[in-house]
Each structure stands twice: as C-alpha cells, then as structure tokens.
C-alpha cells in the first residue's frame, strides 16, 4: 500500500520522474522509414509508435495488454445545483459498469482492453468547495494512493471517471491552475439548462474565492477543488509514469486531475497523450494550455474514459502498421527518386 | 457486365438515386435516446449510427461485412514530373498488397475488414493530359464500369486508391469542378520537393486551360482530368448508392474522385462520410467544398484506404455502443432531475 505522508511528500514524488528511452524510440524510428510508404505519410500513426517505444523501452512496442480503469467520486458541490442528473447516479452507473451495460464496456470489448472501476467513498462525498476545502490533507493523499495503487503493469493504461458533479470540480481546477472564472472553463457537462450553467459558473468563482489562499500550489488546488476521482487519476497517472506505462487521457475532467502534473514538472504528461477532445466547453482550451493535440475529435463528452478508449484504436491501427507493414527491400518496392 | 453507353446514359444513372430510410433511422435515433448516457454525450458517435441504419434500411445496423476497396491506375501525367516515385511503384504496390505488406492490409485487419484490390490496365497510363483528355469517352465508361462492378453486397464499403501521379489528377478535378488553380489545389502527394509541387501546380493550370471546353460538366471533367481509378471509384460509390451501402471515403484523391457525384445530384454523396482529412494540401478545402466533416485528423497523406480503413474503427466503436448499451429502465439508472 502506497503512503504518501504530506503534500511534500507527494510533491517529491511527482518530480522523481523517469524518462522515454531514446534508443527504443529511435529504433522504432529506423524501421518506420524502412517500411512501404512515403515518409510521415501515415502522420500521427507513426508519432504514436515512436512514443510507445519510448515509454515502453521496447520496438516493437505491444497492446497486447489494454487497461482502462474508470475512477467513481462523489460531491458536495452538487447542492449548488450543477448538475443534470442526481448524486445517486454515481453509484447506479458503477452498478451499470459492473453488469455490462455502459458505453465504456462496449468501447473497451471494441478495443481489446480490460476494464477496471474503482469507487471511492461515495457514500461521502466530498466537501462541498464553495465552503470548504474539497478534501483535508489526509483525505487526499489517501485518493492519489488508491489511484496509484489500482495501475498494474500493462502496455497502455487508458484513464477515465465517473462522478455527478465532477464537472464542476475540473471546472475550479482548471480555473486555478490556469487563470480565468466561471465563465472561462464552467460548460454544460451532463446537460444543464442556462440556469444551471450559471450557477455552475458561479460555484467555480466562490471556489476560487475561498481558496485564494491555496493558488500557489498545485497539489493543494487539487485537495481544496478537486474530488476523490480526480485525486485518484492522478495518482494512477503518477504510477503510470514511474513504471513508464503510456497512458492515454480522456476528457475534460480527466485532464484537469492530471494538468497538476504538468505544473508540478515540465514533462510531467510527456508520459502521456490526450485521447480526444470533448464536446465540454473549457476542454480545448485546457488542452491547448497544456500543449496536448487530442487524437480524435468526435464531440464526445461522456466521460467514461469514452475517449480514451476510442483513441486507442487508433494506438493499434498505429502498432498494427509498424509490426505487419514490408519493407521496401522485402516488398521489391523502388524507394523515392 | 455493367455498360454505360454514354456520358448521358451515367448522367441518368447519377441522378436516379435511391434516399435513406427515415423509418430505420428514426427507429434508431428512439433507441439511443433510451441509453444510459446523458443526451447526444456520445456525439458523432450517434450520428454514425443512425446514417448506418438510413442506408441499411435496418436497425440495428450491422457491421459484419466491411469491404475495403482500393483501385490502382497509372497516370501520364507523370511525364511532367509531378510524383517523387516512379510509375513503377503503382504495380509494385499493388504487388506488396497482395502480399499482404501494405499500411491497408494491417489496417483492414484491425478493422475486421475484407480488402479487395483492382487493377485498371497499370501497363497503359492514361493520356497525359496537359496534352489531351486522359480518357476518351469509352474508356472513362469503361473504368467507371470496372468501379460499379467491383462492389459487392456488404454492410460498409470503405474506398481507396493507389496511383502514382494521382494527387495530380485529383487536383486537376477539383480545380475543375470547384475553382481555383493549381496553386489552391495541389499538395506535395507522396512527398515532391518545391520544383516538383511547381510542376504539378504548372500541369494542373494546363489542364484546365486544355480542357476549358469541359468544364461545365463534371463527368467531361472527371474524364479528361481523372484517371482510371478515380473513374472506378465514382463508379464504385454509385453502385453503392444504388444498393444502399454506406460509403466511407478515404482522402483527397479519393474525395474528387467522388466529388461529380454532389455536382451532379445535391445529395450524391448523401451516403458517404469522410473518412478522414488527409495532410494532403486541397483536402480540407475539397471537404469544406462538398459539405463533408471528416471523422479522423491525424496527419495521414498515404491514400490506399487507410484513413477510411481508421474510421471504420471508430464506426465499430459507435455501433457496439448502440447495440451492448443498456436502457436507463434495464440498468436501474435516474434519468434527468
């Protein structure tokens, strides 16, 4: 059992990082541009293969083991009315993930990948953060050690999260990280109605006021206006990087619990790609602050690791094209002019 | 044996075009309404899943037959020096296709597809046409035939192609059909240096020059500025309009190849979506042009199907959603406050 002891502790963790191996990734490289096509005509499929090497120090690379692990979280800002749908919907969509019925157990059979979903706590939800910190300390840190302790080793690790009112949380986080209110990076989640969608604004604003005190500090923000989920995705993203298992992002709230990685370390999501970019109003622009080019761009935003998953059909096209595809010394084929 | 007696005789054939089924489609719209996902959250992903139940006149829609469809032909345009690969190559790929060591054959199998490959007389290029049409009358209805006859019954038709020289071609048509010279229309194809992209914009100009006598008809056009794979794409996308399969298009050459098709009935390509957008220059203006949003944006510039062959994997992932998902009354779940 993971135990991080305090935010400095954790904060010296996220910094501990290893590397991309260059020589795995360069391998991977010199076959590419042996195989039966023009040079960098299949695009990002060969960036992907060349990233997946890295991390995983090895060329080929594998898929043969997918993980998607789905966090679940509950929260107290919901009594601000941020959301569509009631709190009782966390826990009836994890049933629903457990008997099959989801659309992230259809898109992880379509992509080969195992599913995993891990609760917390969500019998108690979270401190509502328009008046208190989200999560104390203790509490927290407790989070991240689920998270990192639920990553086993695998090829890829696809992330996602289930949780009434996260949202609104991702919302905050975003807003603190990288500036701008409510009315920057608070969309429509779920589905609320213009009423709604302004008092989900205005619960980002009074978080940012309350917590003035703890901007400074990216781990701190993640306690004060994150949730277990988000706590819980970062630390599965931190495990992820210290085993250097590649991990795809998903959507907008999976990406504001793993942006405190990036502000903590410069590379600290080069471990990482975006899978897509949802349909939910601040995602682009949180992508954009953190340099990442999301892979599909469906107008998703469902959450789920929905994206994720999607996207690595995509990593084994990719991988499927560097493993199968001739050379052109093997295919007789007449390289460039 | 498909014979088209004239170009009047495809003209009637082109207009003659059977519609999707409002019935399936709205049956299938009723169902995803009913899913454990908040509304549209999905987003393309439902789309895609009601254009398959239009055309298929079914819902569920199936995807147990996909068919990839790639066309090869040889282009005496090339004589202008507007490719970086010699003639050769379109024989030579073709070879490594039925050898299984081309980017389409790894593609079509992580799709789950069936790859078919027809060659269109690769030892006779067409007529270089900075000097005359590509093809006369008959051989363009003959090419087109080819195309018609290819397509087999099947639940989605990917289409491709392979020919040296042919991002020339697929410039001069669009140039023909939509405006605009070789300067808008012309990329570097499989990976020209900037006097080789000069030459191909200077043959695009004196095409449309030696063609201005055309140009008020898309299947004139499609004749002398195409090729005999482009013809037997429009081809092939007709008879699949015809027969109610669902088309996916693959990239540039392949999107002007299909593009007289909307010139000549407004909803010709109603049964069509794109792919993907290639890194090829005039592609995302050619989508713009035809109204056509693409699936997939990753930088692929390789033609053969590939960029079809990728969304193919995304139209899996929206089907098995629509089919594996539970209701909100089967999975127990609140729907809306």
Redesign the interface.
Known sequence: MTHFASFADLRAACHDLPAADAQAKAAAERRDAR???????????EELVFWLAGWQVANPPRLERIDVVVFAGNHGVVAQGV????A??TA??V??FA?????I???S???GAKLRVISLDLDAPTADFTAAPAMEERAFLAAVATGYDAIETADLLCLGEMGIGNTTAAAALAAALFGGGGVRWAGRG??VDDRGLARKRAAVDAALARHAGVLDDPLRIAAALGGRELAALLGAALAARRRRIPVVIDGFVCTAALAPLAKLAPDGLAHAVAGHVS?EAGHRALLDELGLKP????????GEA?GA??AA??L??AL??H????TFA?????D??
């Open positions: 195989l039966t096509k023009p040079p960098r005509s299949l695009g990002r499929l959301s569509a749908f009631p009782e919907v009836q969509m049933a629903n008997a099959g019925g989801a659309a157990n259809q898109l059979a379509v992509a779920t589905g349909g892979l599909i761009d469906l107008d998703m935003r469902l929905s998953a999607v059909l995509v084994r096209a499927a094209c493993i199968g595809m001739a093997q295919a007789g084929v007449a460039k002019l």
